[in-house]
């Protein structure tokens, strides 16, 4: 799998750049994309429209913004840029706005960035490491900081404490929620989903993962990043599904508890969501 640092080379980094609106943010990193042979216009034209189809829902946590479309001909190669704006703009969201990082992904298929994606989601839910990405003087000094993510975040006590002791079990949940499917073992699922099944979802994925991990459920629960479409489809499968406000419109009743998460890299909103669906 690729790493974060082979995806995002220094000519895919602008810094400071003056954006008058969200479209011309999303065509900057889009640019980007094109000038660093990763994609064509045409796949900037898709990363625009997937936020006029579906919404704002790109916009994964405060103040930045996740740009990307379904893996198409107009990807060359699987590749990322990095814009930060000068003046952050707003994209419709109800409580992430403004952005003044935008990140665009080309994947050129749906599993060659997932580690990548993981390193960038626990990048940005570091403070210190955020701020230090929004103070970087260049480009070269930004893609230091990416190339600098070689280890894990270390679990904090607070959250090792706070972590559950027992596995779930089908009779943990309400009485209105579904009993585990898929194995005989009774593993559980629970699906992530966004407009495209490549980008925003893989985001929460590995959130979510981090919180089973700190609680040591990851070998009683799976995970499974999807897509809005074959959500709908795999649902039965599932116990749960996690996504963002705009997409959980867009599925509707799907037939299990489908928790909105305003924060993809937020580990205590997360936790809060499993909590509240396991009752513990």
């Known amino acids: 799998m690729s790493e974060l640092s082979d995806l995002i080379p220094v000519e895919a980094i602008r810094l400071d750049v003056a954006a008058p609106d969200w479209q011309s943010a999303v065509r900057t990193a889009g640019d980007l994309l094109v000038s660093t042979d990763v994609s064509t216009d045409t796949y900037t034209e898709e990363m625009l429209r997937n936020v006029e189809e579906n919404g704002p829902y790109i916009v994964i946590a405060p103040g930045f913004a996740f740009a990307h479309a379904r893996p198409s001909p107009a990807v060359r190669r699987t590749g990322m840029s990095w814009v930060r704006l000068s003046t952050p703009v707003n994209f419709g969201h109800e409580t992430n706005d403004p ?20 390193a960038l989601a626990r990048l940005l839910a570091d403070p210190d490491t955020s701020a230090a990405l929004d103070h970087a003087p260049t480009p070269e000094a930004l893609r230091q900081i990416l190339v600098g993510d070689t280890t894990p975040e270390p679990e904090s006590e607070s959250d090792s404490a706070a972590a559950p002791a027992a596995a779930p079990r089908p009779s943990d949940a ?10 005989a073992h009774g593993m559980h699922k629970i699906l ?10 893989l985001f929460l994925k590995s959130t979510l993962d981090k919180v089973l991990d700190r609680w040591k459920w990851g070998r009683y629960i799976t995970t499974e990043a999807t897509d809005t479409i074959s959500a709908k489809g795999k649902a039965s499968e ?39 669906l396991y009752d513990v």
């Open 99 to 118: 952005v003044h990082l935008v990140v665009a992904l080309a994947a050129a298929d749906a599993g060659a960035h997932t580690q990548a994606m993981g």
């Open 174 to 183: 309400a009485p209105e929620r579904p009993a585990a499917k898929g194995s």
């Open 192 to 201: 992530t989903v966004c407009g495209n099944g490549v980008g925003t979802s």
């Open 238 to 276: 599932a116990v749960a599904i996690m996504t963002s406000r705009e997409i959980a419109r867009t599925l509707g009743d799907v037939g299990v508890p489908v928790r909105v998460i305003e924060d993809f890299t937020s580990t205590k909103e997360v936790d809060a969501a499993m909590r509240d």
